[in-house]
């Protein structure tokens, strides 16, 4: 073999073996099989709550369609009960859902709380969407009639599941770029189901309300991870 050719078999090795390193290295800081690190983790860090925000998606409304549809089908419930049940309402419709709120607690708060409520609000009125959340309780009571072993936990179950459901929309949604918040403004339900003809068994159990991020989260402090967490037999 010439010593040109012998050379060049030389440097493509090399190069071959940084390529693998880096590779390698690269899996190890980005997620790979040595690390804690995903993607998924990623995203659930980076979901904050946002206030501040304004009604540009930046992409089509489907896009959040599909992925509340996607969670609703793959969000555990016990039993595989599937207990969620989820409204979506974008601009007018979500704007029709905050004056309801605003309307009802007018005629609730105190004079002096009225300003501070409506301001609130108003916050909620000018993004681009609320995904409402609630628990179908026709689903809740036929489990408990049907296995009444567990009949006082389905309700906790239902409300469990109806938390995996929002924590996903919530950091699925920030992971699409935008801002979400999550509120309970839950004593319109009667008016939220005679507006948008829903069964009279749907139960609203909160709101996530989503937009484009006009500011920033707020500082947000961590109890010690000792006090929260413990490990045996690592
Ligand atoms: C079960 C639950 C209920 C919450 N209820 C409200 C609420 O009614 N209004 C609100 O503004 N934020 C609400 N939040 C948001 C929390 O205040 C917020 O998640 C918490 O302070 C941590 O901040 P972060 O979301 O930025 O991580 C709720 C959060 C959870 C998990």
Partial sequence: MSTAKQGSIFWLSITGLLCSVFFLAGQYYAGGPTSASTPFLDFVKARRTYYALNDTLGFGKETVVEIVQDLVQDVPSAFNSQSNRVVILFDQEHGKFWDTVSRTLKNIVTE????????????????????????????????????????????????ESGGMLQHSTWTALEAKGLGANLQHYNLVNEEVAKTWNLPATWRLKSQLVFGGRTGEPGEKTFKPLSEKLKVFGA
Avoid: C, H, M
């Avoid at 108003?122 to 609320?130: D, E, I, L, R």
């Fill in 112 to 159: 002096d709380q009225w300003q501070s409520t409506s301001d609130r609000i108003a916050t909620f009125k000018a993004a681009a969407g609320s995904v409402l959340f609630f628990v179908d309780e026709a689903v809740v009571q036929e489990l408990a009639a049907n296995i009444p072993t567990y009949a006082n936990e389905f309700p906790t179950w239902a409300t």
